[in-house]
RNA sequence: GGACGAUUAGCUCAAUGGUAGAGCGCUUCGUUUACAUCGAAGAUGUUGGGGGUUCGAAUCCCUCAUCGUCCACCA
């Protein structure tokens, strides 16, 4: 043996024992009571990051469960992450000086399906440098026809029981990458803006938006407002930079009076909340800047009594991007004597897109929307009636809030990559025809047969939060999904409670009628050594797949996990990893020094046994095993309750300052007499170890079981996860 | 404006109402063939402030302060 613990050699050819010898696969005892989880399907777009380590703590859960004798499907699968690809890719292609737009759309997704591909297999592999113990059997990508039919069955059945539904309302949009979003990938972020205060007929109004203002509809003014209520009800022309606009001045309690001026211009078409208001008064919703982000002045300019300044502004104005055309109408303002005032300091909060940081065009666009209320409604009563528990049991309520809060979620996205949603639009009616997934020879309301498939594909989540089933039914065993749903265990990070964790609860009590998992574990954020963020511009990212390289995949596993309070963010350092693969060393070594003594000693030493525990003559080795059953009994304690660092914190303290710095320095003369007890003892002990440290430090643990004398002949991975030796 | 965290040794963090712990760092000593990726000994804390409950509080309750995260249609 080496006198230092050598990773690099031993982890290869450890996974491959593994993999090749079938331990990953569940085994053959049809009885056995299932385990479960499903790997959060890592998107196939990137390498693994740190975060993506953070797996470790499925697969203590799936090990221990192994190692208790259950049925343990760990089943791992790939995102294709829609949207969030295709982001990539067309950052890739912008290396190369090319765009989205270079291609079409069967020529662009077949593109992103080779490089999603090259990066599945290259993300795999490194799952497996990890020591993941997944059934690779098993493998399942979101983008596998099953999977896609689920889907498609899923989105058919939500529309025929009028959960989705078609409507045309303000999206989120984002002008650069061309497509709308959810209410949850708006990211809002805190600006100082200017707030120009504009004349406006015989009022003032306050607006961060002025190059909006020409298709404003009306004026709104809280009705009890004693300043404005005399106008309410009455409409007059306003004079703007392009003449005069007829408004109309409408009662609105949502208006603050203490706001700007109290009055408050509105906009139907480019603000949610006047959206709504012209909802309800009958505003017409008139954009004026297009999908491109761009001024739109083509419906003023087609007027034909159009005087010489309003024509010139009004095409200087034409086709400009937003935030230039808006310094352009300052300007313009000014020269009327429009302006009264402008509040640089204006703070407010900016809604961007949560990839590239664009600012987010509220627009109107029909997309499809899946009605919530009532998905949330059996959500909620799920975790009420304790169906699915959380760990820590404060994101109980965290869940329970989302779920109260959520708006009707837009699933349409205007992206090639991803799976194109099952409605066809007839040319003649107009109307919808919605299939589970085959091509309608006719349209569902006039039997036209010119029907036009929408362009658009799903939210990528649409067809995650259907992991569980979706997944369970695509194995090829068709027995997995009655044996293995619900699953047991929901482990991730609570960054995405809402957009997944969510809505696998809602999409799986409604299409299944069982929650889809029966408890949730939440892990934090990793961070770095001083608790900040990772981010590749501070340059303080950690390569999970660099650090297996200097330390073993044990040692960042074990520094993931010690220390480590479920649901609370992290700081790793690389002392930490470091200090780990130090503990994995001081295991080899006391394993070195086990078969030096060994080697000693002629005869075989015999095996601690009911007999030898009975007959324990000597003060030394009777305590260690007292200690050992100690240990045995509270890391299983601490595995059954999620406390996965007490348990290795428990164990790396027992292995190191008790049995190493104690109990072999005490009895080192006995072992080198080659005391046969003592021998029997010490590596009844250290054996012991080996199995409760299995699920933390995989590797090192293995390949010491395979060196050292033992009675089971089976590798550690299938071993019996230890019981307790007691005195009759 | 809400919700949820955090505040414990120099740093990063654990602690399941019952004598405050770990890793790294620090001080002194140590090359006895398991390991210097080591060992021995040691220093550092009235657990953010203030109340309360309890035989007993880092832990439960109230309150204040600071930091962080998330949510909400203030133009």
Redesign the pocket.
């Known amino acids: 043996?080496d006198?230092?613990?050598?990773p690099k050699d031993v982890e290869e050819p450890i996974y491959k024992m593994w993999e090749e010898g079938g331990y990953f696969k569940l085994s053959n005892n049809p009885t056995a009571k299932p385990f479960t989880i499903l790997l959060p399907p890592p998107n196939a777009n990137a390498d693994l990051h740190v975060g993506h380590a953070m797996y470790v703590i499925e697969d203590i859960m799936i090990r221990y469960h192994r190692m208790l004798g259950e049925a343990s499907l760990w089943l791992p699968g790939a995102d294709h992450a829609g949207f969030e690809t295709q982001f990539v890719y067309e950052k890739h292609l912008a290396k190369k000086g090319q765009s989205r737009f270079d291609f079409d759309r069967e020529t662009l997704y077949k593109d992103i399906w080779n490089f999603v591909h090259e990066n599945r297999s290259k993300m795999e592999n490194q799952l497996r440098r990890l020591g993941f113990s997944l059934d690779w059997s098993r493998n399942i990508f979101t983008l596998d026809p099953t999977v896609v039919q689920t889907v498609y069955t899923s989105f058919k059945h939500l529309f025929d029981k009028g959960l989705v539904y078609r409507n045309n309302r303000l999206v989120n949009y984002c002008t650069k990458d061309g497509t709308g979003f959810s209410?949850?990938e708006?990211?809002?972020v805190e600006r100082t803006d200017p707030?120009y205060y504009i004349k406006y007929g015989p009022f003032t109004?306050?607006?961060?938006?002025p190059e909006?203002k020409f298709r404003d509809t009306a004026l709104?003014v809280?009705p009890k407002d004693k300043r404005y209520k005399k106008y309410i009800g009455q409409t007059m022309d306003i004079m703007g930079l392009l003449g005069p606009i007829t408004m109309t001045i409408i009662p609105?309690t949502?208006?603050?009076?203490?706001?700007?001026?109290?009055?408050?211009?509105?906009?139907p078409a480019h603000?949610?909340?006047?959206f709504?208001l012209g909802q309800k008064f009958n505003l017409p919703v008139t954009p004026i800047i297009d999908f491109r982000g761009k001024m739109d002045f083509s419906w003023f300019l087609s007027q034909d009594t159009l005087d010489q300044k309003s024509r010139e502004r009004a095409e200087k104005y034409h086709g400009k991007k937003v935030a230039i055309a808006r310094q352009m109408m300052v300007e313009d303002l000014k020269t009327d004597g429009l302006m009264i005032k402008v509040d640089e300091h204006?703070s407010?909060?900016?809604?961007t897109c949560w990839k590239c940081g664009t600012v987010i065009e509220p627009l109107p666009l029909e997309q499809w929307y899946v009605q919530v209320k009532p998905l949330a409604k059996k959500a909620t009563k799920a975790i009420k009636d304790k169906k699915v528990s959380f760990v820590?049991?404060?994101?109980e309520?965290?869940a329970l809030?989302?779920l109260t809060?959520f708006?009707d979620w837009n699933i349409s996205r205007q992206n090639v990559w991803g799976i194109r949603i099952p409605a066809w639009k007839c040319e003649k009616c107009a109307q919808w025809t919605v299939t589970a997934g085959e091509t309608p020879t006719a349209c569902q309301h006039c039997t036209h047969t010119r029907l036009i498939q929408d362009t658009d594909t799903f939210d990528t989540w649409f067809s995650s939060g259907q992991w569980p089933f979706a997944t369970l039914q695509a194995t090829g065993n068709p027995d997995d999904f009655k044996r293995f749903y619900p699953t047991s265990v929901m482990e991730t990070g609570y960054?995405i409670l809402?957009w997944w964790v969510c809505r696998m609860l809602m999409l799986g009590v409604y299409i299944t009628g069982t929650v889809p998992f029966k408890t949730v574990y939440l892990h934090?954020l990793v961070?770095d050594?001083?608790?900040q963020?990772m981010s590749k511009s501070k340059g303080n990212v950690i390569n999970p797949l660099q650090m297996v390289d200097l330390?073993g995949a044990d040692a960042l596993r074990m520094?993931l996990v010690?220390?480590?309070?479920?649901?609370?963010?992290?700081?790793?350092?690389e002392?930490?990893i470091?200090?780990?693969?130090?503990?994995?060393?001081?295991l080899?070594?006391?394993?070195?020094?086990?078969m030096?003594n060994f080697n000693a000693v002629n005869a075989p030493i015999p095996f601690y046994d009911e007999a030898m525990h009975k007959n324990l003559d000597d003060k030394n080795d009777k305590r260690i095993i007292t200690e050992l059953n100690m240990l045995t009994a509270?890391v299983t304690?601490?595995m059954e309750?999620y406390?996965f660092?007490?348990a290795a914190?428990?164990i790396?303290?027992f292995a190191?300052?008790r049995?190493?710095?104690?109990h072999?320095?005490k009895n080192?003369e006995r072992f080198?007499n080659g005391d046969v007890q003592a021998l029997s003892v010490l590596r009844h002990v250290f054996l012991t170890i080996l199995k409760l440290l299995h699920p933390f430090m995989p590797f090192v643990t293995e390949h010491l079981w395979k060196d050292l004398p033992r009675k089971s002949k089976t590798p550690l991975i299938i071993s019996q996860w230890p019981a307790i030796l007691r005195k009759k």
């Open positions: 043996m006198k230092n613990y050598q209410d949850l708006v990211l809002y707030m109004i306050a607006t961060a938006r909006t709104a809280n609105d949502d208006v603050d009076p203490a706001f700007g001026t109290g009055i408050m211009k509105v906009t603000d949610p909340h006047d709504a204006y407010h909060r900016v809604g820590p049991k404060r994101f309520k965290i809030q989302w809060n708006h960054d809402p934090g961070r050594a001083k608790g963020k330390y520094a010690f220390g480590t309070g479920a649901g609370n963010d992290q700081a790793l350092s002392d930490k470091r200090s780990m693969r130090n503990f994995a060393n001081k080899w070594n006391i394993a070195r020094f086990m030096m509270k304690k601490q309750t406390r660092s007490d914190l428990s790396y303290e190191w300052h049995l190493a710095d104690v072999l320095e080192k080198k």
